[in-house]
């Protein structure tokens, strides 16, 4: 296992890398940070700068000038706002469904539990765009659209998280540990409570940042169900590079950089963190 | 478990009449013991029957009938009407065409790029740590943030990457407007998004695969080129496999990139051409912008067909290679 320090040097990190292999992999790290430096330097001049040859390459001092712009004229205050609530209502329910679901199908034993569970991994691969129609549909009928609880209430539990929280708790939580509890007489809420959740909690995390990633650039559906007049992150950029406002390139890199930083500082921050989690959830199928 | 905890009678069944010498808190005990799995996945069963399952199905209903997006709740039944219709469209078929060749563009070169990169990661390294975030960076934009920030690098008259090809002494690319070269921009924002991304799953993979078989391998004379093709590859077959589906699955939707790569009022289009319209993108234009939801139901149902074709060849594949290996 990757997590195994005793094998995760693994067979080829024995050997040093060469020169040669830096010098790919300095490349590949550039091109990967290139365009969101850029958006950067962009952010930080004035719309008829960047339409210059050659292109700008450096900051200049428009930064606040453009905020200022996005802030008061885009809204992206209020865009910002709306994503962060959806994206948090989103993580918490789907952290919190997934452990309770993930709990069960790793340590519980109950009748249709595998064929259960190969359906959760089959709901996987369906994507968004077979539904969009009748959750349209649903949300028209309840006057839902333009509304938050619209983007919400569909995504308050994924099965991606709750396969992940399967695979988690099957290798971190000893049969044994829910086995004592029971013996003593423990009610499933209370090993719940007592025995799984401080257990589960780094998954929960490694999970609550990933689907806090994807929530917040979720994009086909909040486009449909929200518009301008409400919109989260993505659907207001959207709207900047469709044209729905009349802004310079400097506004809309301006947005893409508001938009961007957040995760970027959550991704620098933790980064050690999402980096296992992505690892953890696909290497075990 | 306990035997008291092994269920002695099937579960979900109506519960055994327990002795009657039993206190009622073995009785609630029993009870917990076998409802509350069920009541631990019930959320997650509850959320997908009802946004998940049931638009699915749903969706294969409405394409069934005509349907205006002003008035979606009258449906006129129509048969199979959208289906023959989508068959003699050729905006359906040139959205067919251009998925597959952006999926192919964009799946493809990513993956194999993704897996050298994991080789290379997996050395003893300097600055592991930066490398694999540096990687991971594109995964955080979004995807608007990322074609908005390529469009401009893409852009005919001042982008950057006509600049760079200005000073190698060739001549610029209109990128938007030309169907190859617009579907290559494509492809390069969705490489530049998940290549990192996969080629930590890759190493992942990597990393758990024996020392051992490396050992046998160089004892068998085999050099660096061929214990990756018959040592690494071979043993990381399931997670390739992964990334394959995976990826497959997120070209056959591709939405939010063609549609905002034009920068206009006209991305829903894919170009005023209609050179990089894809099979989401059109989905979204017969909806939303054409108010046929009866049509849009139909392409998305085509999109579920394709994507059950693409596993059922997946599956196919896999048996194949299972079974040539085995005799």
Known sequence: ?285 | MLDEAVPATPLGGPPPAPPPPRPWRTRLYRWDLKASPYLYVAPFFACFLAFGLFPLIYTGWVSLHSVDLQAPDQMQWRGFDNYTRLLHDDLFRNALRNTLTIGVLSTVPQLLMALGLAHLLNYRLRGRGFFRIAMLAPYATSIAAATLVFSLLFGRDYGMINWLLGQLGLSPVDWEGGTWSSQIALSVIVTWRWTGYNALIYLAAMQAVPHDLYEAAALDGANRWQQFRHVTVPSIRPTILFTVVVSSIGATQLFGEPLLFGGGATGHSGGSAHQYQTLGLYLYDQGWYAFHLGRAAAVAWTMLLILLAIGALNLALARFRRARNGS
Request: charged residues 10%; glycine residues 10%.
């Open chain 1, 1 to 285: 296992m990757a997590r195994n320090p005793g094998r995760r040097a693994g067979a080829r990190g024995l050997t040093g890398a060469g020169p040669l292999t830096y010098a790919v992999l300095i490349v590949v790290a550039v091109l990967s940070l290139f365009p969101l430096y850029w958006t950067l330097v962009g952010a930080s001049t004035s719309g008829s700068r960047i339409a210059q040859t050659p292109p700008p390459l450096l900051p200049g001092g428009s930064l606040w000038h453009n905020l200022d712009i996005a802030w008061n004229q885009v809204h992206m205050g209020e865009a910002l706002l709306n994503s962060v609530v959806v994206a948090g209502c989103v993580t918490a329910s789907t952290v919190l469904f997934a452990t309770l679901a993930g709990f069960a199908f790793a340590k519980l034993p109950f009748r249709g539990r595998n064929a259960l569970l190969s359906l959760v991994v089959a709901t996987m691969t369906v994507p968004a765009q077979l539904s969009v129609i009748p959750l349209y549909q649903i949300m028209a009928e309840l006057h839902w659209t333009d509304r938050l609880q619209s983007v919400i209430l569909p995504n308050l539990v994924a099965a991606f998280g709750v396969f992940f929280m399967r695979q988690f708790l099957s290798e971190a939580l000893p049969v044994e540990l829910v086995e004592a509890a029971r013996v003593d007489g423990a009610s499933s809420l209370r090993i719940l409570w007592s025995v799984v959740l401080p257990i589960a909690r780094p998954g929960m995390a490694v999970l609550g940042m990933l689907v806090f990633v994807q929530s917040w650039n979720d994009f086909f559906w909040p486009l449909i169900a929200l518009s301008q007049s409400n919109p989260t992150v993505q659907v207001a950029l959207a709207g900047l590079g469709g044209g729905s406002y009349d802004s310079d390139q400097a506004v809309i890199l301006t947005g893409s950089l508001l938009g961007t930083a957040p995760l970027l500082l959550v991704f620098a921050l933790l980064g050690r963190h999402v980096v296992g989690g992505i690892t953890a959830g696909a290497v075990k199928n």
